[in-house]
């Protein structure tokens, strides 16, 4: 299995940390976020990946080059124009080539011990365009899962903003929020738009009204996203 790791992203929330070096190098326990999550990736054994970067482009690639992970990493620059995540991995797909295995795609900034085996295997049974790593967490913007844990929805509890895909089975849908982890079967490439800057999101929600999009409802115990002060404070606490 291969995968695409986010790594593009600003990092303005963390506003000096990513003053002069991309979210991908701020450091957790010594280790830059981008070490973390390739090193997860190697041992729950994917065989290539492809990081995606754009905010210091060059200090990322001057970072691979230099450690081996004993894992084929390739670059997807993005240095000329953000592509969001949609648009990363259409982008990525020349990358990725043309097998029939599903893709991962991770966020730089997550931890996380969720199983990618376990995550695979019910991806794989449920026969789902796209599985979404989601967990029983509070946030503001949530997916909308069916009882079968098929996606119908997402809502932004702040703003009030809904986006319904399947109206009928909106209302009594179990909220969850993404985890920045999602599996894709390579098929969903040949669905994408012909824009080349757009967000999974808005693509899942689009094509979930005919395909089926599933929630992996993550049951491990551990799981943080440290693109904020304050979480990455607590990760460094964590970590030490």
């Known amino acids: ?23 991908a190098l701020v450091e957790v326990g010594g280790k830059p976020l981008l070490q973390h999550v390739i090193e997860k990736l190697q041992r729950e054994g994917i065989s290539e990946i492809v990081v995606n970067v754009h905010h210091f482009p060059h200090l990322i690639t001057g970072y691979l080059k230099s450690h081996d992970f004993g894992v084929e990493v390739k670059i997807s620059d993005e240095s000329t124009k953000l592509l969001e995540t949609g648009g990363a991995l259409k982008k990525a797909a020349s990358l990725l080539g043309n097998s029939d295995e599903p893709i991962l795609m991770y966020n730089v900034d997550v931890l996380s011990n969720v199983s990618i085996s376990e995550l695979l295997q019910e991806h794989l049974e449920s026969g789902a ?5 989601v967990r029983n967490r509070e946030t503001q913007r949530y997916f909308k899962f069916n009882s079968g844990k098929r996606l119908v929805g997402w809502i932004n509890k702040k703003t009030g903003d809904k986006r319904i895909s399947i109206p009928e089975q909106f209302n009594d849908a179990t909220e969850m929020a993404f985890s920045g982890i999602h599996l894709v079967n390579p098929r969903i490439l040949s669905l994408m738009p012909k824009e080349d800057r757009f967000s999974m999101t808005d693509l899942y929600l689009n094509l979930a009204k005919e395909e089926v999009i599933n929630g992996y409802f993550d049951p491990s115990d551990f799981w943080l996203d440290v693109g904020r002060p304050e979480t990455l404070d607590y990760a460094r606490k964590l970590f030490i």
């Open 129 to 133: 365009l796209a599985t979404l790593v």
């Open 1 to 23: 299995m291969k995968a695409l790791v986010f790594s593009a992203g600003l990092g303005t929330r963390l506003k000096e940390e990513t003053r002069n070096k991309p979210k």
